[in-house]
């Protein structure tokens, strides 16, 4: 198909993967420019009624998808060869080969598993279950983000279907117990095979192994795996009790849903997650048929009791002359060696050519001397001893490796006192944040997940609040002066509250909040106050109706200085010429005209 172009779009470039039912080709979405993954049913099952179904039901699942953690959808065919789905094309690398890579830090699998986990609920809240979970499934993005894909084998479920199959379908190493004896398939099955997942994410291996797919679907059915703390002893409990509900066998004892699951998942990761050291193991349950072996070997064993007895009553006493040999005073004196400072392997050869023995007494941490030295010894050197005489050792562990808290979001004082608690050094380093609330850590090196020699140096970037600049003098500026003035600070013109002066100019900024030289965050708006001016308001008043007339006109506006003003008062006869006023207001004014004290008109301008 290399060259090919569907729906006259989308230009077939290379292959890129494969499956038991399709080939997955790159290609290039020509419309909008950008690469796209093309999954194209095999020609061998164009006719095949089985497979078209399954084709045109994983079509059918993913298109009532959308959510970050999957792989998007944004074309189908189905309704005639060649049957294909346009997805998106992820770089990246998929989960086994990030696993293969090495042990991965339980910071990161319980990452991966909240991201698979939030898919799981999005794809259940939409009725499809997946039923093929599993690590060649999970794609992890350039950003670090993981994308569930490959939803061939998914079921679309409702409040009145229930789901069985009788064939074994899905990758046998995750499936669940239920999958393997076809019956009832429901969302913890999905839940199951993370479990299985996470276990492999933490150990390296699956839960389980064999030589074939029925020697596998009979584990998952009948055996335990094996304690995931024989691969991470320090492994949280917390982690530990969820893998241990994901795998069992009773569908009814897993979580009840994906949400439930996510609850734990995100409490863990939100309260830190810290290695236990010395967690006490626990014993691996019993098969059946194991069970039936112990009961089988326990009736013998009581039929051979009394052997038994004399047996161990034998070797009892071999033990205490063999003791007598090895610790009796008899034998030559030596001098006991200095083994301080040599490493394990040399100390025993020495001891051996001096025929001593050793144990070792304690094994401690040290920031001088490398794991396996020898520290201390007992008896001290050159002491006088006999041959055979046991010499105790104390060997230095190393350097005390400890896990780096995970401090990003803290406040700086608590995060210095944590680390410090912990014994590591703290270097602070301040930078400037537009967005992070100052005192604030905003990262820190060493990442939280590594860990690291104790006493290590952790630099802890901390935000130091948004930049402080001074408020400009705006004063007498016009609007468009003290707008270019306050950006060329880094601060915004903020709101414009109108007002007049007649001794100031028109259309200038008479006063502003904050003051000039005031210091503010970058950014700060900043209020001003604007002289709007005046006016001219013209009045005419005759003088026809009465012998004499006291003239008095009052103005009410928002003239700065004096709101409430008289601006004429005079005393005109019967007769005389209209009087015809000019004078400056402030808009919205009110002018008033009293005659002979009392008011005659009203007028608004």
């Known amino acids: 198909m290399i060259g090919q172009i569907l729906k006259e779009r989308y230009e077939i470039i290379e292959p890129v993967g494969s499956g038991g039912m399709s080939v997955v080709y790159k290609a290039m979405d020509l419309k ?181 797919p029925v020697e596998l679907a009979l584990k998952h059915i009948q055996e335990e795996p094996d304690p995931i703390l024989d691969y991470c002893p320090d492994l949280p409990p917390e982690i530990e009790a969820i893998i241990e509900k994901l795998l069992e066998k009773a569908p009814e004892d897993r979580y009840e849903s994906a949400e439930l699951l996510l609850e734990d998942l995100e409490n863990i990761q939100k309260a830190g997650i810290f290695p236990v050291e010395n967690r006490p193991r626990k014993v691996k349950p019993l098969t059946s048929i194991e069970k039936a072996e112990l009961r089988r070997k326990k009736v013998i064993w ?98 005390e490796m400890k896990q780096v808290p995970l401090l990003v979001g803290n406040k700086e004082r608590e995060a210095i006192a944590q680390l410090q608690n912990d014994g590591f050094e703290v270097r602070v380093v301040k930078v400037l944040n537009s967005t992070v609330e100052e005192g604030q850590v905003i990262s820190q090196e060493p990442e939280s997940y590594k860990r690291v020699p104790l006493g290590t140096e952790i630099t802890l970037t901390v935000s130091a609040g948004k930049q402080k600049v001074k408020v400009p003098d705006v004063f007498g500026l016009s609007i468009e002066e003290a707008q270019k003035a306050l950006e060329a600070k880094g601060l915004t013109l903020g709101e414009i509250v109108p007002t007049s002066d007649l001794s100031l100019p028109q259309n200038t900024v008479t006063a502003q909040q904050p003051g000039a030289d005031s210091e503010v965050d970058i950014g700060t708006s900043v209020s001003i106050t604007r002289n709007e001016g005046a006016q001219t308001a013209t009045i005419t008043i005759s003088f026809d109706d009465h012998e004499e007339s006291l003239i008095k006109v009052l103005v009410t506006d928002k003239y700065a200085t004096y709101p409430i003003r008289v601006v004429y008062e005079g005393t005109h006869l019967k007769g005389e010429q209209p009087l015809e006023l000019e004078f400056p207001i402030v808009s919205p004014a009110t002018v008033e005209i009293y005659r002979n004290g009392r008011l005659e008109s009203s007028r608004k301008f």
């Open 32 to 212: 909008l420019n950008r690469e796209v993954a093309v999954k194209v049913l095999r020609d061998e099952y164009v006719n095949d009624e089985d497979f078209l179904r399954r084709f045109r039901r994983e079509a059918e699942s993913v298109q009532r998808l959308n959510h970050p953690n999957l792989v998007a959808t944004y074309d189908v065919q189905v309704n005639y060869p060649p049957y294909y789905i346009i997805m998106e094309f992820v770089h990246g690398q998929t989960l086994d080969l990030v696993i293969d890579q090495g042990p991965m830090s339980y910071e990161q699998a319980v990452e991966y598993a909240i991201q698979i986990t939030r898919a799981l609920v999005h794809a259940h809240g939409h009725g499809v279950i997946h039923r093929d979970l599993k690590p060649h499934n999970m794609i992890i993005n350039e950003e670090g983000k993981l994308k569930l894909t490959d939803f061939g084998i998914a079921l679309t479920v409702n409040d009145d279907t229930l789901i069985h199959t009788r064939a074994i379908v899905g990758s046998v190493h995750y499936f669940s117990p239920e999958q393997a004896q076809g019956v009832q398939i429901n969302e913890q099955s999905d839940l199951y095979s993370l479990g299985a997942v996470i276990y492999e994410m933490l150990s390296g291996q699956p839960p389980f192994s064999g030589e074939n």
């Open 302 to 399: 009581m039929r051979r009791g009394v052997l038994a007895a004399f047996i161990l009553l034998v070797l009892l006493l071999a033990g205490i002359g063999i003791n007598r040999i090895l610790f009796s005073s008899s034998g030559d004196s030596v001098l006991v060696p200095d083994l301080t400072g040599k490493s394990l392997s040399d100390a025993v050869a020495i001891l051996d050519e001096r025929n001593l023995n050793y144990q070792i007494l304690e094994s401690i941490y040290d920031k001088d001397k490398a794991e396996g030295i020898i520290l201390k010894q007992t008896p001290t050197a050159n002491s006088e001893v006999r041959e055979g005489r046991i010499v105790n050792l104390t060997v230095s562990r190393g350097l």
